[in-house]
């Protein structure tokens, strides 16, 4: 059964940061495109940054480009997702996903609360 478990949210002050991480009982983890995604209240769901096996990774949103990184570590199989200079609009729930292609993600977690106090 895969499973994606991410871990990192909470309750911040703006300007704060925050590390997610997620980490996927996939087997060739390497294999897969990894994602962050966010949803907050009464918003469509949103793709925060991609980031491919070798390691390549993509900010998408352009709101968080030059605060968000995202990285992942194959031999962990786990993901991040670094937030830097959190500001209260970054409030969501942060969910991770994983893909065979870049714009299929067939795995998700269950998501972590991102609260971002002005």
């Known amino acids: 059964q895969v499973r994606l478990v991410e871990s990192g949210g909470g309750l911040v002050q703006a300007g704060d940061s925050l590390r997610l991480s997620c980490v996927a009982s996939l087997l060739n983890f390497r294999r897969y495109y990894m994602a962050w995604f966010r949803q907050a209240p009464g918003k469509e769901r949103e793709r925060v940054a991609h980031i491919m096996w070798s390691g390549s990774g993509t900010v998408d949103a352009d709101p968080v480009k030059g605060r968000f990184t995202i990285s992942r570590d194959n031999a962990r199989n786990t993901v991040y997702l670094q937030m830097n200079r959190l500001k209260a609009e970054d409030t969501a729930v942060y969910y991770c996903?994983?893909?065979?292609?870049?714009?299929?993600?067939?795995?998700w977690g269950q998501g972590t609360q991102v609260t971002v106090s002005s």
């Open positions: 996903a994983a893909g065979s292609e870049l714009n299929a993600y067939n795995f």
